[in-house]
């Protein structure tokens, strides 16, 4: 397995001066940082055009999408599925999140939760996900337990597994089918 530190996500930032600087020349920073995910973004887009068609097929043959994840990873799959129903009039169930450590997680930190992989998989299973499905785990790091342990579980119920990460040849990686990887530094 490799090391935090060999992780473009875990690497350190080259700027170390953020302290001594203005609030302008911060806000500078993060904007020239922030304009660099468009190009990852781009380099992305076959294997994003090869998700999305995972997903329609799947849910045209009566298939749910499950957006799996810990933190803040878990929070946004909530935040998609939840934004699904409103925006495009689908049942609540067509798209689900699933969150290390439940609802609560969502406003709180629940921690250890995330490093369980049977965690991920049983809140998988207790949602009945099976073949017609399609499962996006989704981890900056690409080693995150409990979506390895949910790509795992989608694997032996024959749902569809992607990975969206922020680094190559992750450990999620190896478990998916399909994977998005953005290096956004």
Do not use: H, W
């Amino acid at each position: 397995m490799e090391k935090l530190a060999d992780l473009t996500t875990e690497s350190r930032s080259p700027y170390t001066d953020l302290d001594t600087l203005s609030i302008p020349e911060i806000l500078r920073v993060i904007n020239r940082e922030d304009a660099r995910v468009p190009s990852a973004v781009a380099q992305e887009l076959p294997q994003i055009a090869l998700a999305v068609r995972t997903i329609v097929d799947r849910l045209k043959k009566g298939g749910r999408l499950f957006y799996v994840g810990a933190g803040t990873s878990g929070r946004l799959g909530m935040l998609d599925a939840a934004e699904c129903p409103p925006t495009f009039g689908v049942s609540k169930d067509l798209v689900q999140g699933v969150i290390a450590g439940g609802p609560t997680a969502l406003v709180s930190s629940v921690e250890a939760v995330e490093d369980s992989q049977e965690a991920g998989a049983n809140d998988l299973a207790a949602r009945n996900c099976g073949s017609a499905d399609v499962v996006v785990a989704i981890a900056a790091s690409g080693r995150t337990p409990y979506c390895i342990g949910a790509l795992r579980y989608a694997a032996s119920v024959g749902a569809a597994r992607i990975a969206v990460v922020c680094n190559k040849d992750s450990a999620m990686e190896a478990e998916a089918e399909i994977t998005l990887a953005p290096i956004v530094g």
